[in-house]
């Protein structure tokens, strides 16, 4: 028993040193892989549980409180009949879980209801940037549906089900082409097989401009100005978005992305081809978004699933609910 308490706590001390050199920046952590191993560890802890240390320990308490019983009956048949003879304490600390079942196969129902709702339902996200002002703002957590565009395996990302095809206009959450650990958040406005075209802030689509509609200018309480504010759009469902007329219409700094051969760039902006399997992202902030025209299309494999709703903003409770 003590060489498992020994291997338990180096389960434990492994996990919090990934913990903590994830924290203190010295790797890049996965915590798709970290909840997914805590879940197998502690599953296998919650099964020997079941199968092996409870029993034992069943088996120990009923040894004691027969031990007792049969004490009581031998001072009994002695003549004595009052006894201060009380095995149910012992019987609770035999039965109680030693710390490292505690920390093992204790958490394995929460952990495993964890691993579920956010592999496969619901995923909670915080909003890091301004790049999907004014839909979305720092501090903004968000819900994603890992469902509708098809189930995947945690981890591998494997899909399970197809689900629905991505719509131009829908708020995606995809694991950054550069760097698949990070998630980003950003609208889709290009699918497979569109000519997206933004020259002079202006966005069309196979040839076609995307519909705008001015608003009044929105102010951007983190930089205390006010910005460009339009209404677009893209596909079936509109949204808002912000120009700076400041800004230049060119992309500057793009890199050297897969399939960079589908797109033109010039002073005007971009013109580019989505591959097949691909998809072009933008953000609302549409001078303040590294997004396609600088790093390049997002493969289907990439996706994580649609952003919702808002479920809290500790600086703006008003933002709680739904968006476009």
Not at 72 to 88: F, N, P
Not at 199 to 206: C, D
Not at 253 to 272: H, L, P, T, W
Request: hydrophobic share 45%; glycine share 8%.
């Amino acid at each position: 028993m003590q060489l498992v308490q020994i291997f338990t706590s180096l389960i434990l001390a492994a996990f919090a040193a990934y913990i903590g050199a994830w924290y203190f920046g010295a790797i890049e952590g996965n915590f798709a892989l970290l909840l997914f191993l805590a879940t197998v560890v502690t599953g296998a802890y919650w099964v020997a549980e079941q199968l092996y240390f409870l029993p034992r320990r069943r088996k120990a308490a009923l040894a004691l409180e027969q031990a007792g019983q049969a004490r009581r009956a031998e001072l009994a048949r002695k003549g004595i009949a009052q006894t201060d003879i009380d095995t149910s304490e012992g019987q609770q600390r035999v039965l109680a879980q030693p710390w490292w079942l505690d920390w093992t196969a204790g958490l394995f129902p929460v952990i495993a209801a964890v691993f579920l709702l956010r592999s496969f339902l619901v995923e909670p996200f915080k909003i890091p940037s301004g790049s999907m002002i004014p839909t979305l703002l720092v501090g903004d957590l968000i819900l994603v549906n890992k469902f509708t565009y098809g189930i995947r395996l945690p981890v591998l990302n494997t899909k399970l089900t197809e689900g629905k095809a991505l719509q131009r206009g829908d708020v995606v959450v995809f694991r950054y082409p550069p760097q698949p650990s990070l998630d980003y958040i950003k609208r889709v406005v290009g699918l497979p097989g569109d000519e997206v075209a933004y020259l002079n802030k202006r966005l069309s689509i196979n040839g076609q401009p995307v519909p705008t509609q001015a608003l009044p200018d929105f102010f951007d309480e983190d930089a205390t100005r006010y910005f460009k504010q339009l209404q677009e759009q893209l596909g079936e469902r509109s949204h808002r978005l912000l120009n700076n007329d400041a800004a230049p219409a060119f992309v500057q700094g793009a890199s050297n992305f897969a399939y960079r051969d589908n797109c033109r760039y010039s002073v005007e902006g971009v013109v580019c081809k989505v591959p097949e399997g691909h998809y072009f992202m933008m953000g609302d902030n549409r001078d303040n978004s590294l997004d396609s025209r600088y790093w390049g299309f997002v493969p289907d494999a990439n996706i994580v699933g649609k952003a919702f709703f808002v479920w809290m903003n500790f600086g703006d409770w008003k933002r709680i609910g739904s968006f476009q």
